[in-house]
């Protein structure tokens, strides 16, 4: 219960994102372009289904990602760790390839391999801060509230306005009963969903 509360939490505050507050790589949009036409196509494909929501996710489209990833059976996350730690093999300096895996990983439970595989997203691409953030959501979904808020701070030196990440950073200050830190950060999504 505790886990669909936090990845609604952050879906939630993470709809402003449409409108791209912060920078997203011409190559990520173009990407997504590409993605949306395949899904048009073949809307029923687990695979080209699973593509564009990782597309959304990095690029902080999290709403968008998760209703595709909602589509999706449960066991196609074996598929996508097969698929993907056999790439990673392949190509070791393409950042797509662990984070598409670590979430493979996230959805059988296996979070503290899926953090791993995050890091190495950040290690090849320190810029992808949405790698930051889902690290940052899997240690708050854990319950290492301390981890989540350094991993927070760590993304938002990134991208100052990343919305999803303050609102991550708000929501494990109220775990910590730190109110005013919490509301603080709330009033940045707030003004970031305004712009």
């Known amino acids: 219960m505790r886990f669909i509360f936090f990845w609604y939490s952050f ?3 993470s709809l402003p994102v449409f409108a791209f507050p912060y920078h997203v790589d011409e190559a990520i949009l173009d ?3 590409r993605h949306k036409s395949r899904y048009e196509a073949m809307p029923t494909s687990n695979e080209i289904m699973f593509d564009l929501a990782m597309s959304y996710a990095y690029s902080g489209q999290i709403l968008k990602g998760w209703k595709l990833l909602k589509k999706i059976p449960k066991d196609y996350a074996h ?3 097969v698929t993907y730690e056999k790439r990673m093999k392949e190509d070791m300096n393409e950042w ?3 984070f598409k895996c670590a ?3 996230f959805f059988v439970g296996e979070k503290k391999q899926s953090i791993s595989l995050f890091k190495r997203v950040i290690e090849i691409n320190p810029r992808q801060v949405w790698g ?3 690290i940052a959501l899997v240690y ?3 319950g290492e509230v301390e981890k989540a808020i350094e991993w927070c701070e760590k993304g938002l030196v990134i991208e100052p306005k990343a919305t999803a990440i303050h609102f991550l950073l708000g929501e494990a200050y109220r775990k910590q009963r730190k109110y005013f830190l919490a509301l603080k950060q709330l ?3 707030g003004r970031l969903q305004g712009q």
């Open 187 to 189: 009033m940045i999504v």
């Open 132 to 134: 930051y953030g889902f």
């Open 96 to 98: 797509r390839y662990p």
């Open 31 to 33: 990407e997504i372009i």
């Open 11 to 13: 879906i939630v505050f």
């Open 79 to 81: 598929t996508v760790i």
């Open 140 to 142: 708050g979904e854990m």
């Open 103 to 105: 979430f493979g990983y």
